[in-house]
């Protein structure tokens, strides 16, 4: 789900050195729960009690050294491991939460309730079910810039910016019908959503491959 977002607060929410990416002039906040299913480190199998969780997290669109990516304020996970691992190794700001997927006929609902100490409860109650055609957005359009991303921000505890590469094929798109009965994933960031329905779009499945975040400018990771 995609909202479009006055920018005056939300700049101020980014470091030095990463800046707000834009769609003809306009900054846009997304909110994407999904599932994560087979996670594993590079020919290493999937582990049981870490390879299969739901996840929810809220973004935006930044460019750095003018390399569009993501900038993820909160991550939302089940698997406390995970969360856990992704701080360490990734420096993302993940959080523990619980989430229950649901499923009626064509019909899908997601709840998210933030529960990990120190943070700022956050809710997201949506129901949701796809319609229409799977379509691969064309290129110079609002769908294609909200999903042809292939890397991510982030920040250390240092202060240092890093990004993370990620590679993935074109997503296999559909249009969702979507009734939003909760949604305070932005209120801890001082953030407004605009009374408007936003973007929504859904996937069933793609394989993402990423790799372990670097210090920008440094192309080895090691200096």
């Not at 006055?6 to 846009?28: I, K, N, S, Y």
């Not at 739901?54 to 939302?76: A, H, N, Q």
Request: with cysteine; proline share 8%; hydrophobic share 40%.
């Amino acid at each position: 789900m995609h909202w479009p977002i006055c920018e005056d607060h939300l700049v101020t929410l980014l470091p030095e050195g990463v800046e707000l990416d834009r769609f003809e002039g306009q900054a846009w906040i997304g909110i994407v729960p999904f599932r994560m299913s087979g996670v594993a480190a590079r020919w290493l199998p999937p582990l049981p009690w870490l390879s299969r969780f739901p996840e929810v997290t809220v973004r935006t669109y930044v460019i750095v050294d003018g390399k569009p990516g993501l900038w993820y304020f909160s991550l939302d996970a089940t698997s406390r491991f995970a969360v856990l691992l992704a701080k360490c190794i990734f420096a993302l700001p993940y959080s523990d939460s619980k989430i229950a997927m649901t499923r009626d006929g064509m019909w899908r609902r997601f709840f998210n309730r933030r529960t990990e100490a120190g943070r700022v409860t956050a809710e997201l109650d949506v129901e949701y079910r796809p319609v229409g055609p799977v379509f691969q957005a064309p290129a110079n359009t609002l769908d294609h810039w909200l999903t042809a991303r292939y890397c991510l921000y982030t920040r250390n505890p240092q202060g240092e910016i890093l990004r993370g590469e990620i590679d993935h094929a074109p997503w296999r798109l559909r249009n969702v019908q979507a009734i939003v009965h909760r949604n305070t994933m932005v209120n801890a960031l001082g953030l407004a959503l605009p009374d408007q329905c936003p973007r929504v779009l859904y996937s069933d499945y793609n394989r993402v491959g990423s790799w372990r975040n670097k210090r920008i400018g440094c192309p080895t990771g090691n200096c």
